[in-house]
């Protein structure tokens, strides 16, 4: 009887796996039903790569710095009396959601302070909404109060697209306290005998950076702020941030006698101590500020151009809408301590006097995220040319 062993023993070995072959398969060409046929079949349209979409989302960057002066206002009341006046509050408010930067400069400027920009930003701003007005009072050149980058070409996402809406928005600022001069008192009476005279030096003192954001941004001073408010007044406001920076030294003249009995002038520095840096930075959303489910159906919240009249002179030909809308960011500088209110205080008895909060370099820096569409389809929001859009007038323009 023979043997039988099973598969994949010595005898038989192991089964080798069997070959596989695949036909090759042939790609027939089929063709649609109303598509290319005869002499234009091999014709292949190319995509337009200069088609220019509906929307676009860019980012726009603007630096810029200034010296601010802080100092205690005087009131002169004859006979060589001066008694202290009120405590300046140095503030500047920024448009947050249009491209023109600034709302107005006319009030940062109170009695005895001054404020240096570095560039010529004073030039114009538009602080009024839902008015046209020209992108620049003349000339070609863009002006330094709007967001760098939107208007500078014709090419620009300001020229190209009617609708800009911010959809973010964040302001840094930094304070650096400088060398300013001290504030000095004088009292006395010239018509006495004999007349008598007196004097009383106020150093500087720390300062409070605060920066504070509101809705109202129309008018000359959205943020109701004055001259005369105070820290302790700063505290009360809502969306409002803090930081304190020491004060520089203050200088004061002096009179150094010579050997032929004639005195020399000369210059001291007193109270130096440490100066130190403050910085804040506040950021913006409309969506979040009002909110808003969706910001391209809030059109009020929504900047407007016209269409450019003259191609070869567009920033004269071309005006721009504030939204209707305006929100706004302020910034300034207020010293930390006031003794008295305003026009309080008596140089003769007084101990405590107010104190400026010194010269101080404030450097800021904006980031405007904006969203460029067209109009909508229904065409609402489709702007008119220069000529309609400026049928409201001038009211808000200012030209300084």
């Known amino acids: 009887m023979p043997k039988f062993r099973r598969r994949g023993g010595k005898k038989y070995g192991r089964k080798r796996a069997k070959k596989t072959y695949r036909k090759k398969s042939v790609k ?6 109303g598509g290319k046929v005869g002499n234009y079949a091999h014709v292949q349209l190319i995509r337009p790569l200069s088609l220019k979409p509906l929307s676009v989302m860019n980012k726009y960057v603007f630096y810029t710095k200034a010296v601010v002066e802080n100092a205690i206002s005087k009131v002169d009341l004859g006979t060589d009396q001066v008694f202290p006046g009120q405590q300046q509050c140095q503030y500047v408010t920024f448009h947050a959601n249009t491209p023109f ?3 107005d400069l006319d009030h940062t400027e109170p009695p005895r ?15 009024d909404n839902g008015t046209g007005h020209p992108l620049s009072p003349g000339g070609g050149t863009a002006m ?8 500078d070409q014709v090419s620009r996402a300001g020229f190209q697209y009617h609708n800009h809406t911010c959809v973010g928005y964040k302001i840094t600022v930094t304070a650096s306290p400088m060398m300013n001069d001290a504030t000095r008192y004088t009292y006395g009476d010239s018509t006495a005998n004999p007349p008598t005279s007196g004097a009383r030096v106020v150093p500087n003192q720390a300062g409070v950076l605060f920066i504070t954001k509101h809705s109202t941004a129309a008018g000359s001073n959205p943020s109701g702020l004055g001259a005369s408010t105070t820290y302790q007044n700063l505290i009360t406001k809502p969306f409002t941030k803090f930081r304190k920076f020491k004060s520089g030294g203050a200088t004061v ?24 840096s403050a910085s804040l930075s506040m950021s913006y959303s409309p969506k979040k500020f009002h909110n808003i489910k969706d910001i391209r159906d809030a059109q009020q919240f929504t900047a407007q151009t016209s269409t450019v009249s003259d191609v070869t002179q567009p920033q004269t030909s071309t005006q ?9 960011i302020t910034v300034g500088i207020v010293p930390e ?17 107010p104190q400026p909060c010194g010269k101080v370099m404030l450097t800021f820096k904006i980031e405007a995220t904006y969203l460029h569409t067209e109009p909508t389809q229904g065409g ?3 702007p008119a040319g220069p000529e309609v859009m400026n049928v409201g007038g001038d009211g808000g323009d200012a030209a300084v």
């Open 28 to 33: 027939r060409m089929r063709v649609k039903k």
């Open 101 to 103: 930067i600034f709302n």
């Open 113 to 127: 302070c001054n404020w240096q920009f570095e560039n010529d930003v004073a030039d114009r701003w538009f602080n």
């Open 144 to 151: 330094p109060t709007v967001l760098p980058g939107f208007f």
């Open 253 to 276: 003249g002096v009179n150094i006698p010579s050997a032929a009995g004639t005195p020399l002038q000369g210059t001291a520095i007193m109270a130096a101590g440490s100066r130190q």
């Open 320 to 328: 721009m809408m504030n939204p209707r809308e305006l929100d706004a």
């Open 337 to 353: 301590f006031q003794p008295y209110y305003a026009g309080s205080g008596n140089v003769h008895t007084s101990v405590e006097m």
């Open 380 to 382: 609402n929001n489709l």
